[in-house]
């Protein structure tokens, strides 16, 4: 099916490219966060990941699988937002883009960490997922997520607090996941 996808890109194919975006924007927007501070900022990465992905499609290789192709391409848009960022690096950010600019760790790897992560989430009950993504994915604040699902500030930071300890619990046997799993969470909020 990827290289399908890929073919049907290098034609031009309008409609394939919004199946690509709608397949594939969900895991490029979560493995982008994990390097990026702010929501915008990981939306603005995201947003390049697939400019450049329908500029350079002529070029694609339909041997090569989509996923390799996206995973690569974020990378590559990360750095340059580092780089553009023309600010004093922390050494944990220039260790950030060594990683990003070395093959450190294979796409199939990510990926398979991506879809761990997503599997866990599907089996958080409905009502704490939503708040998590709420609060995680749409950057919402626990008063503006409380007043939506007519809960108190506390109880939305239970349910999210909740589902780290799901997470935790559920890929203890492989800490890695769980520290990949992080790049969920920004920096810790506090309830004003």
């Not at 409609?15 to 501070?37: G, M, N, P, Q, R």
């Not at 690569?72 to 004093?88: D, L, M, V």
């Not at 994915?137 to 799901?166: G, W």
């Not at 619990?169 to 890695?176: M, T």
């Amino acid at each position: 099916m990827s290289s399908n996808l890929v073919l049907r890109l290098r034609e031009g194919d309008d409609s394939c490219f919004k199946e690509i975006y709608d397949l594939y924007h969900f895991k490029v927007f979560c493995f982008v966060k994990k390097y990026t501070a702010q929501l915008a900022d990981s939306e603005d990465v995201t947003q390049n990941v697939f400019i450049h992905l329908w500029k350079y499609r002529a070029k694609l290789d339909p041997n090569v699988e989509l996923e390799a192709i996206l995973f690569k391409s974020s990378k590559q848009e990360i750095s340059k937002w580092y780089k553009k960022q023309n600010r004093i690096f922390s050494v944990e950010n220039e260790q950030m883009i060594k990683e990003l600019d070395s093959p450190s760790e294979s796409d199939d790897s990510i990926n398979l960490k991506l879809e761990k992560i997503q599997s866990l989430l599907d089996k958080v009950p409905e009502k704490r997922r939503k708040i998590f993504n709420l609060h995680k994915f749409e950057d919402r604040s626990y008063k503006e997520i409380a007043a939506e699902m007519d809960m108190s500030p506390s109880a939305v930071a239970n349910q999210i607090s909740k589902t780290l300890q799901y997470l935790k619990k559920n890929s203890i046997k492989n800490h890695e996941l769980y520290w990949f799993a992080l790049f969920f969470v920004s920096q810790a909020e506090f309830i004003s």
